[in-house]
Structure formats: C-alpha cells, structure tokens
C-alpha cells in the first residue's frame, strides 16, 4: 500500500514539474523557433519563385520589341516655291545625315534642298547635248548613288550624288556635289538615236554594264576601265554586247551586281533572263497569273533579289534559284500584297532585307523579305506620289501634288517574325528552304539567318545522346549500392561518384576537345568494340562466377562480388582498344572514317555527338545517380524484408517493390539530369564543332541555345536584333527547363499517390 501511493506521489510531481515556468519557457522558445523556421523557408521558397519570375519578366521585356509593328509620324507639309517650276521627278533621294535631299526633273537639272526647312541649297545642270532631255533613270544596287541617264537621243551619262562632310569653325557643313566617274561625256548606247525608254546599270570591280531599251530593242554596252600604272591615266575599253531581240515592249531593265544576268521585263507579265557571260537567253518566266500586269521591278539590297508589283496591289520575290539539273531558273520565293490599287514604286533599304511599297492611290507599306512581314500600311498621299527613304530607314520624303511631306519611321527589328524563328525560310542563293542560323556575316548585302530551329534541335541532341548514356549507367549503379553492395562497401563508392560531381565542366569539355575527340577518330573501331563487347564480357564474367565451386564463391563477402568486376572491365577496355587498328584494317580498308563518309556516305566530324554523348553523360552521371540511389535506399526495409519472407527472390523483389516504390525519386533524377543536360554550356562549347545544323547523326556536331549564347553574346550590339534574340534563345531555355520541371513534379506526384500504398 506505502508503495502504491509513492508511485502515486511521483506521478504527481512529475506532472507538476512538467507545468513549471523554465519548462514553458522551454516550450514557447521552441515554437518560436519553429515558426521563425517555417516562415524563413517559406519566405526563401517564396524569394526562389519570385526571382526566377523576374527573370523571366526582365527575358520578356528584352524579347517582346521584336514582335511589336513598324510606327511612321508625320512632320508638317512644306510647299516650296521652287518646286513649281522644276519638272515632273524622275528621282527622289535623301543622304544619310537626313539634312539634305536630292530632286532630279525631266529638265536635266539636279536639285539639292534642306529636308529639314524645304530651302533649295543647290542645283546643278547636268552635262548634256544641247536639244536632249532625261527620259528614264536606272539605279545601281542599294546602298551606293551611281545612277545611269537615259537620254532621247540614244546616249546614256552615268553620274553619281554624293556629300562632303566638313566643320568649318566647329559647325558641321554637307556640300552636296553631282560626279561623273566615266566622264562627262555621254555614252553612246543606241547607234540609232532613239530615246533610251529604260535603262540599267551595274558596277562590278572596275567592269561597268550598262543596258538600255529602245523601242523593244535591247542595248548593252560593257566597259572596262584600266588604269596606266606610270601615267595614272585612266583608259576606258568599250564591247558592245549581242543579245538576242525581244518581240514585246520592254517595261524595265535591271543587271544583277555580278553581271551575270539581265532581267528584262517585257509584256503584260513575262521577264527574260540573259546571261551576260555566255550572252544568251536563260529562259523566259511568268510573274503574274491572272489578271493584272507589272507595274514596277526594284532589286533588294543585295541585287539579288528582284521585287516585282503589279497593278492589283501585290508584290512578289524573285531570284535566280539553281535546279536539279544546275540549270539556273528564276523562282517565286514570297508574295505581299499591300492594296488593291496599281503599285507604282518599290524603294528597297539601303542596309536590310526591307522594302517600301507605293501605290498610286497614296497608300504606303512597309515590308521586310526574309521574316515575310507586313510590318505598316498608311497613306501617306492623296493620290500619285514619289518617295524616299533616307540610308538609315528612319525617315521618309514624299513629293505629291507640289508638296513635300516628312515622316520618321520607327521599324527597329523587322527580321524577326514566327516563320523566320521556326519555320523554314527560303534565303537567298539556297536551292531551296531550310533551317539556318548565321547571324553575321563580313559583307554589309547580308541577309540574317536566324532561325532558332537548329539551336534548339542540337540542344535536344546533345541531351539525348548524354542521357543515352548517362541514365542506364546511373539508375542501374543506383539499384545495386543502394540494394546489393556491402554498407561498408557502399560508404567508400558513393563519395566517390558523387564527388565527379564537382568537377568543373570546363575541364571536362577541355578534356574532350582536346583528348576525347581525336582518340575516339583514331581509335572508332575499338571504341565501338568497347561499348558492345562491355555488357557481354560482364555476363561472361557473371556466368563463370555462377559455375565456380561454392567455397570460392562464399569466400567473397557478401555484396563485394562488383569488385570482381573491376579487372574483367579494365582487360576488356585494353583489349578492344588494343584491337582497334587490326578491325580496322581488317574490316574499312585501314580508314573507318573513310569509309563512313564515302562508302556508307555518312558525314564525319571529329568533334561531334559521340564525343558530347561519352563528356557530358560523365557529367550528368553523378547527378542522376545520387538523386536516384537516394530514392532506392530510402525504401522501407520491411518492404524488402517482407517481400523476400514471402519467397520472392532479390531481383523480383527490386523488380516489383522497390522500383515501383522509388518510382518519383528515380523520375526526378532521370528530370534533373535531363535538365542538367540540356542547359549545359562549357562542354558543349569546347567539344563540339558549334555548327548549328539539323543532323540526328551521332559522327556530327551541333551548336546549343546556350553555347551559342555563350558565344556571340559578348559580340552583339546592346539591343539590337542580334541581341533580342540571343535572349530569346535564353527565353526558351527557361521555358523549356519550367515546363520540364513542371511535368516532372506532376508525373513524381501522381506515381507517389499511386504506389503510396505498397
């Protein structure tokens, strides 16, 4: 009984004890603890989310400009006296600085006049015969002031604006002046002396084509300039060209920058092609089906392509394509439409693959070929009107009804469309459309080729190539440390895996640039022989350990017999290696590669995804192993235990209990490898060729979104299209890792609940 109540006494004390002030204290000071820790990990969770939002925001507003239209404001109207009485224009053109413009008239006189204020600064009579009047005007390619004359008396004068820049007391001056680089005195183009009705003219080196029509006869004259290296004279040597004739009338003349074709527009919608070497037709070519006719023909910058607009308002682009055959044609590449009404003049861009479209009812459109856009249509006239666009594309000048009208134009990044980012684009000089990235080039004719296509499929390669290799060797090497290998075993292999980790990616892309790539093209037979000749060696190994006596076997402790496995691997390494030259003389003539690329006409690259797959699967290894072996032996052991108490065996047991249980921590590693994979910059960069091409070949490179960025980031012009894009690229990466993680979490959530309750 004393004890029963001593018991009793104790219990009571103790609840006291529990009750008292230090213990309270105790227990308030830890749930503070514990709110202060949930709310500082939901604050950095929150912080986490919110930065990677700002990233994308701040990707957002760097990439969203590119999509946005062209935007065109006007100045006020001027009416200047001296336009009365200068003739109706032939040519309307503006310098780069945008002060001063150039008018020619019919009267043979060049007009200089502030754009600013509308104030004639200059005019200036042009050496003409006396009696004779400009009937057409032929312009060189885009970018240069050479034009080419055509007089009514068969001659042509080729002539030249230009504009001197000098600071006379510290103020800037632009002296506009006319120069005649071929001489003052006309050509004579038409031995008949009938009016030049249309001419053309292209400058190649020091080889000057000029061609004419008159009256449906075609006249082309071509003159090569030498110059006296002793006297410094300057000769000019004169041949007459022997084309064949034309039946129809002739609309418009142009001559590609190379000379080597001449477009003839004749009829209702037919154009010839000359070719200038060989001086024979090329063939004859049908702009316009239908209705309708040509208007107008104008090259792009470049020469290469020729705009042509009709009279119901369309446009199309022309160039010269070669077929299958190598016969060159003349191909349909785009078509625009900008109104109903006849266009009347097409004004390429001095510096990008963007033209202007006139019409006769006053309507303008702004237009870019490569991205196929339609960046602005407006009036900008109440009827007929001509226009110029300044060098720099930022301002137009339009000359209607004895006035003169200023627009500044805002068309920052006309290249970029849906079609031009994804899609397949027809370029200039390709047989056909394809998939391109080549974002600069030496040559200011350039058309920008940026297609993110190539970028984001060598992206997807690389990562499919390093995880072909990467996830078998790394689940499987999960399942047995994490299941089969001795713990004592398994606590000296996994630091060492999971310390590949911390290798820096830069010498392992180092490491395969340098080492990888040319061992593996010497070595291909061997390392071909390694990779299938490996799991065959280790079933041989297995199968001679299953038939050896049960002493040896039981003399190896228990989870250990990997180990083993070590010496069967190295001997078959140095064996296939040791064989690779014997293989290859034996079965590909002594040249592996050479008879991938000829024989079975598979391109080879020494640096190429074989290598990437071998580097950056090592990479990846650790990450997707330690996630994934983490996942294995966190199973329930009762789950194992149970499972073989039930006779199951090791391998049914891990087949059926422990992968289906460790299902969403193998997932995820297998996902985080994959990302890992794909935003990979460094070996990527170093062991690949970074040839941004469509190739599923394992013996090719590719170049990745991030490489790339990597590369020509340092080399872009801060907000430029260049740069927008490379962000875009950046763009997507993130969007492609957000989704990725997105589905991963889904798919781990759902195999969770689903096998929850084993």
Known sequence: ??????????????????????????????????????????????????AIC??????AQVVTPMFQGAEMEARDAQQPAWLAGAGEPLLLAMEEQNQVALRLGDDGAVRFFSVPRGELIRTVDLPLPTGTRVVSVGQDTPGNRRMVLGLDNGQVLVTEHNYKLTYPEGKKTITPQVDFPFGEAPLNLDPEGRPIEHAAISLNGKTLMVAGATDGVLHALRIAATENMLTGETTLEEERLQLPQLSEPIKALRIDPRQTWLFAVSGRASVDVFDLRRKQLNGRYK?????????????????????????????????????????????????FQ?????????????????FLALDSAGELGIFHSTAHRTLLTEQVAKGAAMAALSPRATRLLVESDGQLQRFVIDNPHPEISWSALWGKVWYESYPEPDYIWQSTSATGDFEPKLSLSPLAFGTLKAAFYAMLLAAPLAICAAFYTAYFMAPSLRRKVKPVIELMEALPTVILGFFAGLFLAPFLENHLPGIFSLLMLTPIGILLAAWAWSRLPERVRLSVPDGWEAVLLIPVILAVGWGSIAASGYLENWLFNGDMRHWLSHEMGIPFDQRNALVIGLAMGFAVIPTIYSIAEDAVFSVPKSLTLGSLALGATPWQTLTRVVLLTASPGIFSALMIGMGRAVGETMIVLMA????????????????????????????SEVGSTHYRVL???????????????TLAELIRQRLRRKYASL
């Open 54 to 59: 700002l990233i994308f925001f701040y990707l």
């Open 338 to 354: 900008l109104g109903e009404q006849p266009i009347v003049q097409i004004i390429p861009e001095e510096r990008r693959k963007g």
């Open 287 to 335: 702009l316009l089906e239908g209705k309708g006719e040509i208007t107008t023909v104008a090259p792009l910058l470049g020469g290469i392509s020729l705009m042509v607009g009709n009279s119901t308002g369309g446009i199309g682009q022309w160039f010269m394509v070669r077929g299958a055959e190598g016969q060159s044609e003349l191909k349909r590449v785009r078509s």
């Open 1 to 50: 009984m004393n004890d029963i109540e001593t018991m009793s006494a104790n219990s009571d004390l103790q609840r006291l004890d529990f009750n008292t002030p230090a213990l309270q204290r105790k227990r308030r000071i830890r749930a503070l603890k514990d709110n202060l820790a949930r709310w500082y990990v939901s604050i950095g969770g929150l912080a986490v989310l919110g």
């Open 688 to 715: 690949t060729g970074n040839t941004p091409i469509m190739e599923m070949n394992i013996f090719e490179g590719m170049r990745t979104l991030a490489a790339n960025v990597a590369v020509e980031m340092p080399e």
């Open 727 to 741: 962000f875009l690229a950046a763009m997507v990466l993130l969007m492609f890792t957000f989704v990725m993680n």
